[in-house]
């Protein structure tokens, strides 16, 4: 009898970090994921979902790109071959559509018509394998991937049912068009505050994935749109994020990377957690499950 463990395999995915200035104030898309969903079901997340075997270039792709090589590779490199960012770009992009209804191309602003046909697909039942992609040659939209650029990358922890390698990208919402969630993946989306948005979360209302609360938290330290555009232009992915999960009597605690005990023996006593969650905005580098939130706590 075999009693080896089948190693695991972080599945390559995209994750698209949606933002806006509404009244002199920086706002981000959130959606909610079904119930359903194998991953963080009901939870508040980025527009997102797994690299497809379509993402993956071929000998056509030189025709709907709109960076060369050299450059493509500046923004997108850091460690990754040119096929193995193009998946991940092209991922970003698909997933923003298929489950936000936004498209990052080119031409999509200027041809409302062409747009419309799109989101009509989106709409249906069933689409076939590669659909977004055939949908965008047929109206000869290069994938502008001039209009996403790194954020962070992270890898799931060990632990969990379901493990990604998953690259953030950023995007700045186009200033015609209108988010909306697809009703199969995902069911509620709300534009909100960064720190309102943490605010939803320490009270409940707004359950957050874990990348995603330290995204927003992250979010905190750019006041508006300039700042962030400007941060953009040079930021690479950093080094890959891998949590470490710890599984407690009650719920569980996830420890961040920059976390002093990341690599060492965790003593927590559960019945002092709940006096240990950290106001909004306060710096962490862990987070506690407890009813169903994810809540900063002190060290």
Not at 8 to 32: D, F, G, K
Not at 122 to 142: I, M, N, Q, V
Not at 208 to 226: D, G
Request: some cysteine; glycine content about 6%; aromatic content about 10%.
């Amino acid at each position: 009898m075999n009693n080896k463990k089948k190693p695991i395999e972080w599945r390559p995915a995209s994750t698209v970090i949606l933002v806006r200035e509404e009244r002199a104030a920086l706002q981000v898309y959130l959606l909610r994921r079904s119930r359903k969903s194998g991953f963080f079901p009901g939870y508040y997340v980025f527009p997102g979902g797994a690299v497809d075997p379509e993402d993956r270039p071929d000998e056509t792709w030189s025709a709907i790109v709109d960076l060369n090589h050299e450059d493509f590779l500046k923004r997108f490199g850091g460690g990754l071959t040119k096929e193995e960012a193009l998946a991940y770009a092209v991922s970003a992009i698909r997933e923003t559509f298929e489950e936000a209804g936004v498209l990052l191309t080119e031409h999509a602003d200027n041809i409302p018509d062409g747009l419309e046909r799109l989101r009509e697909r989106r709409r249906g039942e069933g689409l076939p394998k590669g659909w977004f992609r055939e949908s965008l040659e047929a109206e000869e939209w290069p994938f502008t991937f001039s209009r996403i650029a790194p954020w962070s990358h992270w890898i799931t922890p060990r632990l969990m049912r379901s493990h990604f390698d998953t690259r953030f990208f950023l995007a700045f919402m186009p200033s015609d068009q209108v988010c909306s969630p697809d009703d199969k993946e995902t069911v509620h989306g709300i534009w909100i505050n960064p720190e309102k948005g943490l605010s939803g979360n320490h009270s409940g209302e707004i359950p957050l994935s874990p990348p995603t609360l330290v995204t927003l938290h992250e979010l905190l330290a750019y006041q508006k749109l300039s700042d962030l555009k400007k941060e953009v232009e040079t930021r690479q992915w950093g080094d890959a994020r891998f949590p470490r999960l710890v599984p407690l009597k009650e719920g569980a605690l996830i420890l961040q990377p920059w976390d002093p005990a990341r690599y060492g023996e965790v003593n927590v006593d559960t019945k002092t957690l709940e006096k240990m969650i950290l106001p909004v905005a306060e710096p962490f580098s862990r987070l506690w499950l407890h009813d169903g939130i994810w809540r900063p706590v002190r060290v």
